[in-house]
């Protein structure tokens, strides 16, 4: 039946992907959120030129399968950098590059057309007359995005950026045919060299779950905190109305 | 102390305003009146830069600028000497009421924010609000959503407000207390430009009646010369229209 020492151990060993795992996650979304957001604000116009060109690459994302688009990044673009080194008379040793660095571009080339789809509909969910209404108290563009627009645009879409979030860090699974050692990685490591692959693969099935778990928690308090702030004041203020407050509890 | 020249706007090829001259002197307080259609909204929403006016010269407290080619931070410059009250309120949903009116204080003007809250919660006493001051917009009703939102148009202490039909979308019942509200900042002395069609508001309040018809202003009027002797037959009939046992002297 199981081994449970060499579960214990292989946990061990799984648990020291995880930094690759969140470094992976991390890295991508603090490159692809504001490419994603700014993507978002020039599709919202679509007949621009420059937003045309993004609805190509939305597509173009949208039908490959990532296993494909991880082959050919991390087995082409090396030569590319390659052939542009000896183009521009520079030896570039493409060798050195981390492949993590491979894993950054992988994943934020795929996580910026999701992502900016996610914003563009929270962006056209907030209304433009409060956009208006911003300009008029004398607010730049800049200040109207980052009081007004932003913060309705993420309190909107936290279920979708929650869906993003744990779906890229099941993505990242596919980081080990880039040879990066993250959770599956060392799992698959682990499996080759004991030949018990059922123990290896249910010690990372357990190790997705707590994670994916963990992280959906954290955004349902957010959109806990979000109602809470809303109806905290209203059950307050309408303490004395019976009515209301049948209404509010549902009795 | 306001005053527009030559203001022309077309969507899709039709000339909405064909030219609209106005000036507005410090304390007054003039009323649009005018057909549905006739051009009103989007007079007041291209004097704020709402809208992109085609041509045309703005010039208010010392600043000149053209409609058309003023650049973005002209644009921000001349906005912070207006406020705009909107017919939909055009409230901040992510802000409570209180923060709603500090916003223009705080991230606008730079004003710290214990002086903003002072400063805000006084507008908000005088739209008589106070008690729901920490409300979401989606908690108060549309009377109290556009009190609050006269309460962030006052609270920069503008040189004029601009007040697209303040009333229109409020239910009957409602009605009464926002006309107050703007009685009130009247009889303060505060400079307004209000679109409108509560005529019996506007004669009670207004300095002068302003007429519009096809995209120009036919009519400058004092108040009460205005609908005793309006001077041009479209605004007569227009009253005649408005006012049922309205009569009138030429």
Not at chain 1, 121 to 139: C, D, F, N, R, T
Request: charged residues 20%.
């Amino acid at each position: 039946m199981l081994d449970w020492k060499f579960i214990g151990n292989t946990i061990l060993k799984c648990a020291s992907g995880i930094p690759e795992t969140a470094i992976l996650v991390i890295v991508t979304l603090i490159v692809s959120t504001p490419i994603a957001y700014l993507m978002a604000l020039v599709n919202l116009k679509p007949k621009r030129i420059l937003s045309r060109v993004f609805q190509v690459y939305i597509s173009f994302v949208r039908s490959l399968p990532l296993l494909l688009i991880i082959y050919l990044i991390y087995h082409a673009l090396p030569l590319w950098i390659l052939s542009f080194g000896n183009f521009i008379g520079k030896e570039i040793d493409v060798y050195k590059i981390d492949d993590m660095v491979y894993g950054f571009i992988v994943f934020a080339f795929v996580s910026i057309p999701i992502l900016s789809e996610v914003f563009r509909a929270g962006l056209l969910a907030v209304p433009e007359i409060q956009i208006k209404a911003g300009q008029s108290i004398g607010m730049t563009n800049f200040q109207v995005a980052r009081h007004i627009v932003l913060p309705q645009v993420i309190d909107k879409q936290l279920p979708m950026l929650c869906t993003f979030t744990t779906n890229l860090i099941k993505m990242t699974s596919l980081a080990f045919y880039m040879s990066i050692r993250e959770i599956t990685g060392e799992a698959r490591v682990a499996a080759a060299d004991s030949i018990r692959y059922v123990e290896c693969y249910l010690v990372i099935f357990f190790m997705y779950l707590i994670i994916c778990l963990a992280v959906e928690q954290i955004f349902k308090a957010f959109e806990r905190n979000s109602q809470k702030k809303k109806e905290g004041n209203w059950s307050k203020n309408y303490a004395g109305n019976t009515r209301t407050q049948k209404i509010v509890s549902g009795t | 102390m306001l005053e527009i020249q030559g203001l022309k706007k077309s969507f899709q090829g039709l000339e909405i305003l064909k030219g609209v001259d106005l000036t507005i002197e410090k304390g007054d307080v003039d009323v649009i009146l005018g057909e549905s259609g006739s051009g009103k909204t989007t007079l007041l929403r291209c004097i704020d830069f709402l809208e992109k006016a085609d041509e045309g010269k703005i010039s208010i407290d010392g600043i000149t600028a053209d409609f058309h080619t003023a650049s973005q931070k002209k644009q921000v410059e001349i906005r912070r000497k207006m406020s705009f009250v909107f017919q939909n309120y055009g409230l901040f949903a992510n802000k409570t009421a209180l923060e709603n009116v500090m916003l223009g204080l705080t991230a606008v003007r730079g004003v710290a924010k214990a002086e903003a809250k002072e400063r805000a919660e006084e507008a908000i006493k005088k739209v008589g609000l106070l008690d729901r001051a920490d409300h979401y917009p989606s908690q108060l009703s549309g009377g109290q959503q556009q009190r609050i939102g006269i309460a962030r148009a006052i609270v920069t202490d503008p040189d004029i407000i601009l007040m697209d039909e303040p009333t229109a979308s409020l239910d009957p019942g409602l009605v009464g207390e926002v006309l107050h509200t703007i009685g009130e900042l009247a009889a303060g002395g505060t400079t307004m430009l209000i679109v409108t069609h509560e005529i019996p508001f506007a004669q009670s309040i207004a300095t002068n009646m302003l007429f519009m018809n096809q995209g120009v202003i036919i009519e400058k009027t004092p108040t009460k010369e205005f609908f005793e002797h309006p001077r041009r037959e479209e605004t007569r009939q227009f009253l005649m229209k408005s006012i049922s046992d309205y009569s009138f002297v030429i």
